[in-house]
């Protein structure tokens, strides 16, 4: 392929995004796949390159989320995909902690080595969606305001996700809001703390000189991606709006019309 854009050289891993790169989300069932993106990552998995996942998907348990993405198509497995939930729990078991959790209903059960019924010392908070109560809140709110040293634990810090009835404020401004609130730091797990990014690289064994993250979010997958010291490039889907491309706080490394595209580059087809 002529024209080859510098990014998709020397490249050994592939970081993808799920939302908004493999499948539009939202409405009834599973959601529409984006044109040419099951079949892009076939041809990826059937490579040399190495393949991960990585979502701030928090409305759903890690092995709903797979089982959901091989119904539509998607050859994919649980030890690839990389989401917030997991890193959360190392970090209430690593400080000895019982969490009130401030997450979607479907997502409880990735926290079932928890006592909830224990008296809470820390908040995890993920995208709760309607759980976004004002009651909900004020109780997290409570449980941070009791502790000395308040724990916040954030599943990701985004701005707003995409859905078939348009863009929907995720779970960034809700932590903003119980950080202000409570007078405390967030320690946020996922996308785009430079954790998570090389934990999945670690996983894979890749260094970051040789990888790329393909993702929709300019903010959360591709400046993440890069102050981690990974490519980062941007599809035009998802949550994808052509003000990115004219924005000046992160400048991708490249723009792609969606994933299809970006592995003919990386591919060389």
Not at 49 to 69: I, S
Not at 165 to 170: S, T, V
Not at 250 to 256: A, E, K, L, N, S
């Amino acid at each position: 392929m002529a024209d080859r854009p510098a990014w998709c050289f020397d490249i050994d891993g592939v970081l993808l995004d799920i939302s908004g790169v493999l499948y539009d989300s939202g409405g009834e069932g599973d959601g529409t796949p984006i044109q040419g993106s099951i079949d892009a990552v076939k041809r990826l998995k059937a490579s040399p390159l190495k393949v991960r996942f990585c979502t701030n998907e928090t409305q759903c348990t890690r092995q709903y989320l797979v089982d959901k993405l091989v119904r539509l198509g998607f050859p994919i497995s649980l030890d690839e995909v990389f989401s917030p939930a997991p890193a959360a729990c190392q970090v209430i078991k690593r400080k000895s902690l019982h969490p009130y959790l401030l997450v979607h209903p479907d997502a409880v059960p990735d926290f079932s080595e928890f006592d909830l019924t224990l008296p809470p010392d820390c908040v995890i908070i993920g995208d709760a969606a309607d759980a976004f109560t004002y009651d909900n809140m004020n109780k997290a709110f409570q449980v941070l305001i009791s502790q000395e040293n308040p724990v916040l634990i954030s599943m990701g810090k985004g701005r707003y996700y995409k859905e078939k009835d348009g863009l929907m404020m995720d779970v960034g401004g809700f932590m903003t809001a119980l950080e202000f609130a409570a007078g405390c730091k967030a320690e946020v797990v996922g996308k785009p703390d430079q954790g998570f990014f090389l934990g999945a690289l670690q996983d894979m064994q890749v260094p970051v000189e040789k990888a790329v993250m393909i993702g929709d979010d300019i903010l959360n997958d591709i400046g993440g991606a890069q102050r981690s010291g990974i490519k980062g490039v941007q599809v035009r889907t998802g949550k994808f709006r052509p003000e990115d491309e004219s924005q000046s706080v992160v400048t991708p490394d490249g723009f792609v019309d969606n994933l299809a595209q970006a592995v003919d580059l990386i591919l060389g087809n």
